[in-house]
């Protein structure tokens, strides 16, 4: 069955420093990979996400991801953090091809808190 | 302007009762879906519709009816309220099985 890891439930880190937040999928394929933030209240936003082609993914607000097939991971990063920044983070995955209905599958989240 | 819209976006009811939470999209999608975040923020699916028919249908109790009288919109119905429901339901969409989805703001369902 298909899962998502966050090993990391919350972590902060002083604005202006690198962030990497950690994702790792089981699946027996390649799979569809995203990430999205949810800030309070809100609902999910689309960071960033890989189909296929090069496995170093460009996001929005100056984020980015790498798949890494051998390590089943698609870590998020940024080499600084705003303020702004401070929300939750979920990885997801879901299965393609022919077989795909969408279902997204998403792990536990990581909260980024980020200090002054 | 905004893509996907849910209604109420608060809804405090009690036990037993009946309640609806409306979903609409203006992005020109095919795909529709409902997930329910518990109190520990996890997401899963509940439902997804393609085109007006339910592709997804998770283990989600009968009290739980989707209902999408076009491709815009797609309304959960949920009977006899228990306090297990309390929680955040997202209502999102995408162009097809296959691309991104996008998320409404949620409903927060508190169950008294």
Redesign the interface.
């Known amino acids: 069955a298909q899962s998502v890891t966050q090993p990391d439930i919350h972590i902060t880190v002083s604005e202006g420093a690198s962030l990497e937040l950690r994702c790792n999928y089981s699946y027996g394929a390649t799979p569809y990979l995203f990430w999205y933030v949810q800030s309070p209240g809100q609902g999910l936003q689309l960071l960033l996400k890989y189909f296929s082609g090069d496995t170093l993914v460009q996001g929005i607000k100056g984020f980015e991801a790498e798949f890494k097939r051998s390590q089943s991971s698609f870590n998020l990063r940024k080499p600084s953090v705003h303020w702004s920044d401070a929300a939750e983070y979920f990885c997801a995955v879901a299965q393609h091809g022919s077989s795909n209905t969408g279902k997204l599958i998403f792990g536990q989240g990581t909260t980024l808190q980020v200090k002054p | 302007d905004t893509a996907?819209s849910q209604t109420p976006k608060y809804l405090v009811t009690q036990m037993g009762n009946d309640k609806s939470i409306k979903c609409e999209q203006n992005l020109g999608h095919d795909?529709m879906?409902w997930?329910k975040q518990d109190s520990?923020?996890?997401?899963?699916?509940m439902f997804?519709y393609?085109n007006k028919e339910l592709?997804?249908n998770e283990t989600v109790p009968n009290r739980f009816s989707p209902k999408s009288p076009d491709k815009a919109h797609l309304n959960l119905h949920i009977n006899s309220l228990e306090l297990g429901d309390s929680a955040v339901y997202?209502c999102?969409s995408?162009q097809?099985?296959?691309q991104?989805?996008?998320?409404?703001?949620?409903t927060r369902l508190s169950i008294l």
């Open positions: 996907v795909t879906y997930y520990k923020k996890f997401l899963k699916i997804s393609n592709i997804i997202f999102a995408s097809d099985v296959n991104p989805q996008h998320f409404g703001d949620g």
